[in-house]
């Protein structure tokens, strides 16, 4: 059974669905969340994705992400694809959307109106092999320093936004 993903326009306004794959084809704007998931020391859970994912497989990236389903409420879809990737889950709160547009390898596009998560969970992941590859925990300020020196391992979307998730936390006063 093919996966779909909401359409949506500028505004996160639903347009339709469409087949994941030919979304990411046709660089369609669709729905979609990235999950951060930091432990009681502040550190975040960072996922290596499986290499044999169909685009950005190998590379480093924040906890989860995912799209919701058609006619899946977002707040039900962020729980579910923890569990799914990472076998675990936890309170999420979102703290922000923004829509970005990279070209990834394999010809495919990433053209998300991104929903971002955060929460806290302390404990170990049981992540899903077909999923991930690795994970660990790592402090922010080493994260920068890495992406900024290794830029090549992470993902477009962590690059991207990783920025804001730290301005929203270091506003909120959890770091």
């Not at 070209?103 to 049981?126: K, R, S």
Request: some cysteine; overall charge negative; glycine content about 8%.
């Amino acid at each position: 059974m093919s996966e779909h993903v909401i359409l949506v326009d500028p505004a996160d306004r639903e347009l339709g669905t469409a087949e994941k794959g030919e979304a990411h084809r046709a660089g369609a704007l669709h729905r979609a969340f990235s999950i951060f998931v930091f432990n009681p020391a502040g550190a975040l859970l960072l996922q290596q994705r499986a290499r044999t994912k169909y685009h950005s497989g190998g590379l480093w990236t924040n906890t989860c992400c995912g799209h919701p389903r058609p006619y899946e409420p977002i707040q039900e879809a962020v729980h579910r694809r923890l569990r799914e990737e990472m076998g675990f889950d936890c309170d999420l709160k979102e703290i922000f959307s923004f829509t970005y547009t990279v070209q990834c390898d394999n010809n495919l596009f990433e053209h998300e109106y991104d929903h971002v998560f955060v929460g806290e969970y302390e404990g170990d992941a049981v992540p899903n092999p077909a999923e991930v590859d690795d994970w660990r925990w790592m402090h922010l300020g080493a994260l920068r320093k890495d992406i900024q020196e290794n830029s090549d391992c992470y993902t477009y979307w962590l690059k991207i936004c990783i920025e804001r998730v730290v301005t929203h936390l270091d506003g909120e006063g959890h770091m």
